[in-house]
């Protein structure tokens, strides 16, 4: 435990000298927080279908997502995102065969809801190739949320992927060739509950050099293989944001909504190793970012995702 300590309070130190003493609290567009919900939602374009069946999620994950399965729905649910004060909209959907999404058919749409609206758009890019990645950029999408997994298991055992790292890695390049930005998200222990490619994710995103890296945790979805599977221990999970902070200290760290609800004691562990950004947080993290003394933001948003303004207190 004092090692542990010990490198929780460097990675706390070295987050507030290059990000301040501050943390920001996000509540995403598909929850609520009493009677609040957040301004910022998940659109799927492919509904609930999804080829690859994923061991994680079976389709689960876009069941509450809102729906728009052609060009011009997704732009006639944007502008009424935008009308009702929605600030922005993550653009995903289930995975076609190769691990793609169907992005080129939706590309103008994308330019329109751009040019005709103030929305921030993010996208859930999956796997694209140096096309795809030049047409989202073009079409003017502001980042590119992509999940890094280090490791081939994972992708053949729970993706049903083959070449899975191979793939990712082009799609990496491709999207930084194009200049879009990417936020890389790792997800603790999403090989049945066990740490296996996390440190290879790890080294991935460093040599990126992201802006921002998000950490999730196998969260237990009911009607899924891993229904039952036990999550990583919250000091697991806490121990990779710790390296991260440490190996790329000039990129901010968030805790992501995509974990395991209840647990308080990963949410704490991750505001006393100086996280920046925090979905849904507890009362518990609430607590003790005050008793660290931290200048608190809330924002109704994606945790990838600082726009708009600050909010009130949920």
Known sequence: MPKRKSRLEAARERSFEHHGRRISFHLPGMFLAGRTRGRYPAVSITGEACALSCDHCRGKLLAPMLKATSPQALVDKCRALEADGHLGVLVSGGCGPDGS???????????????????????????????????LKAA??????????????????????????????????????????????????????????????????????????????????????????????????????????????????????????????????????GVNRLALPSDAARQRAAELGLAVDYRRTCCSVRHGPTENPW
Request: glycine share 8%.
């Open 140 to 273: 003017g999408v502001d980042q590119a949320l992509v999940d890094v997994i280090g490791s081939d298991d994972t992708y053949r055992e729970v993706y049903h992927l083959d070449n899975g790292l191979a793939r990712l890695e082009a799609s990496l390049a491709a999207l930084a060739e194009a200049g879009l930005p990417v936020i890389p998200h790792i997800v603790c222990g999403l090989h049945y509950g066990a740490l296996r490619g996390e440190a290879r994710a790890l080294d991935m995103v460093a040599a990126i050099d992201p802006p921002l890296v998000v950490l999730l945790s196998l969260a237990n979805l009911p009607g899924t293989p891993m229904a039952a599977v036990a999550p990583p221990p919250p000091e697991a999970v806490a121990e990779l944001l710790i390296a991260a902070r440490l190996r790329l200290p000039r990129a901010e760290m968030s805790l992501g909504c995509a974990r395991p609800r209840g647990v308080e004691r990963l949410e704490i562990l991750a505001v006393e190793a």
């Open 101 to 135: 999404l169907p992005w080129a058919a939706f590309l103008p749409a994308l330019a329109e809801i751009k040019a005709a609206t103030g929305l921030f758009v993010s996208v859930h890019s999956g796997f694209v190739d140096r096309e795809t990645a030049r047409g």
